[in-house]
């Protein structure tokens, strides 16, 4: 009751829509329910009338019923269309929410979370709730009156064969909810199983030119291959489940029958029914019937939406861990004194990552981080923006706790450069202006100038308007990484993180890219995570980040000096060059 009860909220914006479709709902049933009746009158008057009375009461009778099923076909269109409708409406306004939730989501749920997954949810577990959203109410209430209507009209015709039926029914509706309870358990196995296979897909898909490249085509294969049997095995599961369900109910369906037949002979026998009213008796029966299968077919439509709701519920319930504070306040007028006072950090409780770190950089200076792979650098950087937050201790912008600011105002005055570098499909120009969405041209161009790709850019022959393809898979590593800098030329922060952002690159790419970078860093705090060395000797002060946090800090040249971590790295970088050369 606690989920249909937030199901039933995304109806609120449609209120009018849904009460207007349950009154069509309506329509239907009654004209449905009174055919029957209206045979029974003819047959009781004016069909025992003289013919030239019938001949002339044709027209009139013609007349009225062509004007009901007007109106019935009328209330069928508004259900069909309108309704339907709505529900695609709703399953808008619940792919809205999740996307929204999605985007509120920390970098925590996605480091926990297979993308394959969350698109599963996002995609067809919505559209089970969408045809639920618009069929279920609909049937429900068209069945129940069918089934309520007609059980009146036939205990008006004869109480003791309708009690008769009522036995049947009632040992239907005990195996209907006794099976309904395994079609749910494997409906959601459905829905975990079909997740699989979109993760397993867009998992090979992703990475298909490192599959190529290893040509382990087979492998994948097998891959799929596995979690696609599983969610076949799952499927078999429940349509040997449907299979029983629906079977045992079309037993129950021609149990109806048969107890009209011989239990209308019986009383025929005992002459306490008239063998006209058994005839309409029957019309009335396969009224009631219908709804039943309608109702039976509903079972498992509300068994599908109701797996798909619960599976986006969870998502929905998920708390943001990384979020405002209630009085948190914008970032404004940065002048890029960053501090990290005493900072702890781990991603799980049993392993430290960072232990009570310390950092101070004036504004407009820069620092370099470097060390072994798993030491923390990219963890201190992630702190910064609120990636993650820390565990104890702080960080200070310009004196203000990060975590006392907005953080849409607090990433919009950090630009990141990474090493790998996400372009989105689109043209090079709308990559740029990602930057600053609403740029100008002209914005886009200077910024391009700036990163050293506006040359390049004009030799393409749709300029800027030149198609990177999915993750910018016609550029080579250089050209994307001049666009990515070029984004944050445009947007123009006062920090800036550089994260490895030239160690895949060839050396003559690394010294245009350089060039770029340095242009980028001037007046702005910058923090820079670099494997090579050369690129870093500038810096202000060089941090070595350990297994134990900060070993060494310092410029370039006293590090050396000490002839410690650093001084190591740099031999290791540089003298087995020289002495080849």
């Not at 099923?69 to 508004?78: N, T």
């Not at 599908?304 to 929905?316: A, L, P």
């Not at 670099?530 to 060089?542: M, N, P, V």
Request: charged share 25%.
């Amino acid at each position: 009751m606690k989920i249909m009860k937030k199901f039933i909220r995304y109806y609120r914006p449609y209120r009018k829509v849904f009460l207007f479709d349950m009154i069509c709902a309506f329509g239907i049933s009654i004209i449905d329910l009174a055919f029957p009746q209206i045979l029974n009158y003819l047959n009781a008057t004016l069909y025992l009338e003289d013919p030239q009375t019938i001949r002339r009461a044709i027209l009139v009778l013609a007349a009225g019923l062509l004007v009901m099923y007007l109106v019935r076909a009328a209330c069928k269109y508004y259900v069909s269309a309108q309704g339907h409708i709505m529900g695609a409406r709703m399953e808008r306004d619940m792919r809205k929410e999740l996307f929204d939730q999605y985007e509120r989501l920390s970098f925590s749920y996605y480091d926990k979370n297979n993308t394959g997954e969350m698109m599963s949810r996002l995609v067809s577990d919505l559209f089970d709730i969408c045809e639920f959203a618009h069929h279920g109410p609909e049937n429900v209430f068209i069945s129940l009156l069918k089934i309520i209507g007609s059980f009146v009209l036939l205990c008006w015709i004869h109480v003791p064969l309708t009690l008769l039926l009522v036995v049947v029914t009632v040992a239907m509706l005990l195996f209907s909810l006794r099976q309904n309870k395994r079609m749910q358990a494997t409906f959601m196995e459905n829905r975990r199983k079909i997740a699989g296979v979109n993760a397993s897909l867009q998992d090979t898909l992703g990475g298909i030119r490192v599959v190529k490249s290893f040509a382990n085509e087979k492998i994948e294969r097998e891959k799929f291959a596995e979690s696609n049997e599983r969610y076949l095995t799952s499927k078999i599961d429940n349509y040997h489940c449907m299979g029983w369900f629906q079977s045992g109910n079309n037993f129950f369906q021609g149990l109806l029958y048969v107890t009209i037949l011989v239990g209308g002979a019986y009383f025929i026998a005992q002459g306490t029914l008239e063998p006209v009213a058994l005839a309409t008796y029957a019309l009335y029966i396969n009224i009631f019937v219908t709804p039943i299968e309608v109702l039976v077919e509903f079972t498992e439509m509300l068994q599908k939406g109701y797996s798909g709701f619960k599976r986006f519920n969870e998502v929905m319930e998920t708390t943001v861990d990384i979020q405002d504070a209630p009085d948190a306040q914008e970032l404004r007028d940065v002048k890029g004194v960053i501090d990290y006072k005493d900072v702890c950090f781990s991603y799980n409780a049993e392993e430290s990552v960072l232990d009570h770190i310390n950092i101070h950089i004036d504004a407009g200076r820069s620092i370099a981080l470097v060390g072994p792979s798993g030491g923390g650098k990219t963890t201190i950087c992630s702190l910064l923006p609120r990636f993650y937050d820390v565990d104890s201790g702080s960080i200070t912008i310009d004196g203000k706790d990060i975590r006392s600011l907005t953080l849409e105002s607090l990433r919009q005055n950090i630009g990141i450069v990474q090493q790998d570098v996400y372009l989105f499909a689109g043209s090079i120009g709308e990559n740029i202006a990602y930057g600053k969405p609403g740029a100008t041209m002209e914005e886009i161009i200077d910024a391009a100038k700036k990163a050293n790709i506006h040359e390049f850019i004009l030799s393409l022959p749709q300029g800027y308007d030149t198609y990177v393809g999915e993750r910018g898979a016609r550029l080579s590593g250089g050209q994307k990484q001049r666009i990515s800098i070029a984004r944050v030329f445009l947007k123009d922060p006062k920090i800036l993180i550089l994260d490895e952002a030239t160690s895949a690159l060839d050396n003559e790419s690394e010294r245009h890219i350089q060039k770029s970078l340095e242009e980028l860093a001037k007046n702005r705090t910058s923090i820079t995570i670099a494997h090579r060395l050369s690129t870093i000797r500038g810096a202000d002060e060089i941090i070595v980040i350990g297994e134990k946090g900060i070993e060494e800090r310092g410029t370039h040249e006293e590090l050396l000096q000490l002839d410690n971590v650093y001084a190591r790295y740099y031999r290791l970088q540089f003298e087995g060059l020289e002495e080849s050369a």
